[in-house]
């Protein structure tokens, strides 16, 4: 298999961890592809996006990270699309602050994307509780969205105000999946 890759994209990575837990990270090809606003690469195609291959994978695996009974795979995909709905508003955020030119961004704006995920830490913060041990989509969404607050907004210090999803984290990103993909610009 071949995956469009960028060592920053935290949906790269979901797709990635997802691989790792999975068993199937060494029948992937990396394949340089450089995701940009302003400058599109129009190579990347075939199957997309991100929610897609890893129900790709998860099927090609026989895995259980998406789980086969019906209210479970709900929790799990609500998790991912909040997770997922956290990291499109860092990214916007990151583009409007490391590619737009400066004259022309707009705090109010970015400071709207970061209320969003401040929204996203909150529930996040009140369902990690109930974690426990779980490995599936709905953790490994909310791994790679708090990776990428690490990596681009460290400044944003979420730890701060969220302990149980920091405590959560410190066990989790640990897991080899977490450590392989670790993001590098
Ligand atoms: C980043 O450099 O932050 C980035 C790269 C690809 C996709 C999303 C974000």
């Known amino acids: 298999m071949k995956l469009f890759y960028s060592a920053a994209s935290p949906y790269v990575r979901k797709v990635l961890v997802v691989a790792h837990e999975l068993g199937l990270a060494d029948r992937i090809e990396r394949l340089p592809a450089n995701a940009h606003p302003v400058n599109r690469d129009r190579t990347i195609v075939a199957l997309y996006d991100s929610r897609v291959i890893v129900d790709y994978l998860n099927a090609l695996g026989r895995g259980d990270l998406i789980p086969h009974d019906a209210s479970a795979r709900v929790r799990v995909m609500v998790e991912q699309a909040l997770a997922d709905g956290m990291l499109d508003a860092a990214v916007l955020a990151r583009y409007e602050n490391a590619v737009r030119p400066e004259a022309l961004r707009w705090k109010e704006w970015t400071d709207g994307q970061l209320d969003k995920i401040a929204c996203g830490l909150a529930e996040l913060e009140s369902r990690v509780t109930g974690f426990g041990e779980r490995c599936d989509l709905g953790t490994i969404a909310f791994g790679c969205a708090l990776g990428y607050?690490?990596?681009?907004?460290?400044?944003?210090?979420?730890?701060?105000?969220?302990?149980?999803?920091?405590?959560?984290?410190?066990?989790?990103?640990?897991?080899?999946?977490?450590?392989?993909t670790r993001p590098s610009a």
């Open 149 to 180: 607050l690490d990596f681009r907004f460290a400044a944003f210090a979420w730890r701060d105000r969220h302990p149980n999803a920091a405590a959560w984290f410190e066990w989790f990103g640990g897991r080899d999946s977490m450590v392989a």
